[in-house]
Every structure is written in structure tokens, then in C-alpha cells.
């Protein structure tokens, strides 16, 4: 064998040595780099007692702060978020079964039954919508009841 072959070889090996070495040290920064990026896992928080969760979830619906209600209630029972939504809805909807509690005195809905009996939907919907706070198509289908009801 010659000197110039052995000289190859002994540079291959060397080479194949340093870029094993520099992998290495590839493979263990990135895992490195890896565990900072992950967050430190957080304690869960205290679970309130029942009669203290109920009140600081009625509470909240009360002030309309329908975010935070969520966020209470999927800390306290530990659920998804579509879960919590859906059942803070269904907490307000027992309280305040036409969305939220009427602004201003009702005088059992007369201005609503008179525009329904002047055939004004599109104002008694209006009046609907902004005393129970409701989306249009709840006031729609609520001002529709009423119409169907006062027609006999």
C-alpha cells in the first residue's frame, strides 16, 4: 500500500470521527433547546367548594363576564373548552331564560304586543331584542310566539 492511500484513509477516518462528534453534540443542544421551550408544568389550582363556586359563577353571569365564567368553570371542574362554553350557556339560560335580565321596567311586554298588533314585526323584534338582550333570531322566533298568541 502506498503512503498517499494510507494517508487518505487515516483523513476519512478522522473526518467521520469529528462530523460523529459534531451530531452528537447537534443531537444533545436541540433536546437541550427543547426542554427550556417546554413550559414549567403548572399546579392545579384549589378546588372551591360548591357553594363558593356557585356563587362566583352566578356572580360573574351577573356582570356579564360570560369569558370569565368559562375560564372558572373549566378550572374548577378540569373540562375542554366547548364543554365549559356550553354549559355556562346553559346556567345563563336557566337565570335569565331570555338572555339577560330586562333593561328597564316591562310592563308585560305591552309596547312589543302593540307593534305585533299594528303588524310592526320588524320593531317589535327591535324592542325584543334590545330589552332581553338576544340574538335576532331568538327575538324573531319569541316575537313570532307572541304574534300566533295574540292572534288566538
Known sequence: MSLNLIGWIV???????ILALAQRRLRESSSRDEQELDPPPVPAPARLAPEVFQSRIEALIDAGQTIN????????H???LKEAKDSVEALIAERHPFGREPSGPVDADADIEQALREDNLIEAIKLYKDRYGV???????ACDAMRRRLRG
Open 11 to 17: 483523513l476519512a477516518l478522522i473526518a467521520g470521527g
Open 78 to 80: 378540569g373540562v375542554g
Open 135 to 141: 340574538g335576532l333570531k331568538e327575538a324573531k322566533d
Open 69 to 76: 365564567a368559562i375560564k372558572l368553570y373549566r378550572e374548577q
